[in-house]
């Protein structure tokens, strides 16, 4: 089941006393970002954390829930009519967060192209000399390969 829209506006609501929280869609639900950092997100209308080591002394009952099937567990946020709380949580939970990983620089067509063509080249080079070594040696020892 996916989350609704309502709900993910309720949260966004509830943490706007912090500056740069943003969201992306994911398969009908919404991963949430604390200063470019994944603090968790929302699953079947449920907000859930990862299960860093401050979020669990932060919220030492809080059960561990599924996101959705074959993924690691994360920890089920109770309190979200509690604006203080959870701006708390996402302060506390920051620093242990790991940064998201650099993306890989996309190469366009064009460029792809490129880097084809020259390795075609350079490719279409390494036989040509093979070939010229290997007659060389064969008219030197007058021997066929």
Known sequence: MASSKE???FILGQLSE???ITYRTMMGEFIIYYRGKIVGGI???RLLVKPVKSAISY????PYELPYEGVKEMLLV????N???LTGLFHAMYDELPALKPKKKEINNSQFGELRKSEFWRLLWL???KKSIKNSICRRTN???
Request: glycine share 0%; aromatic share 12%.
């Open 59 to 62: 919220m030492p009952t809080a």
């Open 18 to 20: 912090l500056e740069e």
């Open 43 to 45: 699953y079947d209308d």
């Open 127 to 129: 036989l040509i000399l």
């Open 143 to 145: 021997q066929r390969l």
């Open 7 to 9: 709900y993910l506006e």
């Open 83 to 85: 604006k203080e709380f």
């Open 78 to 81: 109770d309190e979200v009519d």
